[in-house]
């Protein structure tokens, strides 16, 4: 039997009705990653980056093309339906963190599964062990550096076990080489048979990925 793509997208396009005229995000896309596969994305701001992005965690909906995250069409799902699809299989990486303030290192990765009841906080200090912040998880954002704060973002996109992490632009508020240190820890998540696809604009990221796509005008290259 043949593996299932974690994350598939076909004919792919994404159309904004405007005042005057259409704007065409995306224009017939057609991307796949493959499990534990590091897959990134480039292109100039207005390329559509951010929307495949928003498609692809189901944040945003297709004008046309199908869908599929891990063998299943999520093309049209009800909005409470792509929260559960998004909770059971997607992890989320931001480049300004997105971490509560008020929150220490360790409630901020656990807080994904405080909202459904759950409250995995030994799994939370687990992943805050791996990522090397152990030391630092009663600590709060304010307390931490800029490579720290995204080390506890990437603990929290891992606390609900996604088969794929999206992470935009997560390199672009670092320096070279706090930027490696995270670059290396998505090396070792595909080990682990996570998939992981990131949008930017950092070329350091290419050199880890295993596979390099350029957005322009909507069309994948």
Same mark, same amino acid.
């Given at each position: 039997?043949?593996?299932?793509?974690?994350?598939?997208?076909?004919?792919?396009?994404?159309? !904004?009705?405007?005042?005057?005229?259409?704007? %065409?995000?995306?224009?017939?896309?057609?991307?796949?990653?493959?499990?534990?596969?590091?897959?990134?994305?480039?292109?100039?701001?207005? @390329?559509?980056? @951010?929307?495949?992005?928003?498609? *692809?965690?189901?944040?945003? @909906?297709?004008?046309?093309?199908?869908?599929?995250?891990?063998?299943?069409?999520?093309?049209?799902?009800?909005?409470?339906?792509?929260?559960?699809?998004?909770?059971? !299989? *997607?992890?989320?990486?931001?480049?300004? !963190?997105?971490?509560?303030? $008020?929150?220490?290192?360790?409630?901020?990765?656990e807080l994904p599964t405080v909202f459904d009841g759950r409250g995995e906080r030994e799994r939370a200090e687990e992943l805050l062990?791996?990522?090397?912040?152990?030391?630092?998880?009663?600590?709060?954002?304010?307390?931490?550096?800029?490579?720290?704060?995204?080390?506890?973002?990437?603990?929290?996109?891992?606390?609900?076990?996604?088969?794929?992490?999206?992470?935009?632009?997560? %390199?672009?508020?670092?320096?070279?080489?706090?930027? $490696?240190?995270?670059?290396?820890?998505?090396?070792?998540?595909?080990?682990?048979?996570? @998939?992981?696809?990131?949008?930017?604009?950092d070329q350091l990221v290419s050199d880890y990925a295993d596979r390099r796509f350029d957005l322009v005008d909507g069309d994948l290259g």
């Open positions: 039997m043949a593996a299932t793509i974690p994350l598939e997208l076909e004919a792919a396009t994404k159309r !904004y009705e405007g005042a005057n005229r259409a704007v %065409t995000a995306l224009d017939g896309v057609d991307f796949r990653v493959g499990s534990g596969e590091f897959v990134c994305l480039f292109g100039p701001s207005g @390329s559509g980056k @951010s929307t495949l992005l928003n498609v *692809l965690g189901l944040l945003d @909906s297709l004008t046309d093309g199908t869908l599929w995250l891990e063998g299943k069409d999520v093309t049209a799902l009800s909005v409470e339906e792509r929260t559960e699809v998004r909770r059971e !299989y *997607l992890g989320f990486i931001f480049q300004d !963190y997105h971490l509560v303030p $008020t929150l220490t290192a360790v409630e901020n990765v062990d791996r990522v090397g912040l152990g030391d630092r998880r009663g600590h709060k954002p304010p307390e931490l550096s800029g490579g720290q704060c995204q080390r506890v973002a990437i603990a929290r996109s891992l606390i609900n076990r996604p088969s794929v992490l999206l992470a935009d632009e997560p %390199t672009g508020n670092l320096d070279r080489d706090t930027g $490696t240190v995270i670059l290396d820890e998505f090396q070792r998540i595909t080990e682990e048979g996570v @998939s992981v696809v990131v949008v930017t604009h």
